[in-house]
């Protein structure tokens, strides 16, 4: 069955340091992967897609994917955190459920921003 | 350009109360589908459509009903509110979503229902 697993529900990082946010994803083919921000009380926003035409993919707001088949993993990167990152971030993966392609979602990890 | 526009942004229902949720992109957009939100539960699929009079069922569609008359219009209709159906709700949009050729989704504002 696919999957998308994000490894953590929270992550709190101080400004001006690193960002990962992890995600792993089980697919029998080569996925299609996103990545989906939501500030709070607000909608949802595209932050960068994987179409396979790059493994390394970069996004809005200085975030970037990378795409390891051999780890299935698709970690979610920024060098240096802002307050206005603050937000929860979804990994999305596309497959196949009930015999049908639909997107699968992460359970999402908030980002914690401290000053 | 309005995108996603969803209606009402707030809604609170009695227990075995009806009502529809509203949901227009402005964008002609083939594919347009319902989400859930719950806390720690990410998005789950209510209802998708592909197309206009196509419908078909997601992860969680009992207690919801959805029509496509149109490609702009996508209602959601709770037809006997319960409890459990308090959460937020999301409309969302997209060109295609496909194997090979799945596109960005567009999302409204979110509705976000109580029921007593």
């Known amino acids: 069955a696919q999957s998308v697993t994000q490894l953590d529900s929270h992550v709190s990082v101080s400004e001006g340091t690193p960002v990962l946010l992890r995600c792993n994803y089980s697919?029998?083919?080569?996925?299609?992967l996103f990545w989906y921000v939501q500030h709070p009380n607000k909608g949802l926003q595209l932050l960068l897609k994987y179409t396979s035409a790059a493994t390394l993919v970069k996004g809005i707001n200085g975030f970037e994917a990378e795409f390891k088949k051999s780890e299935t993993s698709f970690h979610l990167t920024k060098p240096s955190a802002h307050m206005s990152d603050a937000a929860e971030y979804f990994c999305v993966g596309g497959g196949i459920l009930d015999s049908n392609y639909q997107l699968i979602w992460g359970a999402g990890t908030k980002l914690i921003i401290k000053p | 350009n309005a995108g996603v526009t969803q209606t009402p942004k707030f809604q609170v229902l009695k227990t075995g109360q009806s009502m529809t949720l509203q949901c227009a992109q402005d964008m002609n957009h083939e594919y347009m589908s319902w989400y859930r939100q719950d806390p720690g539960m990410g998005l789950r699929l209510i209802h998708y459509s592909v197309g206009a009079g196509i419908t078909d069922q997601g992860e969680v569609p009992n207690g919801y009903n959805v029509s496509r008359s149109t490609t702009e219009d996508f209602p959601l209709r709770l037809l006997s509110a319960a409890p459990s159906q308090t959460s937020v709700y999301f409309c969302?949009?997209?060109?295609?979503?496909?194997?090979?050729?799945?596109?960005?989704?567009?999302f409204g504002e979110g509705s976000r229902l109580t029921v007593l």
């Open positions: 697919s029998s083919y080569s996925p299609s």
């Open positions: 969302a949009s997209s060109y295609s979503i496909g194997t090979g050729n799945t596109g960005e989704l567009f």
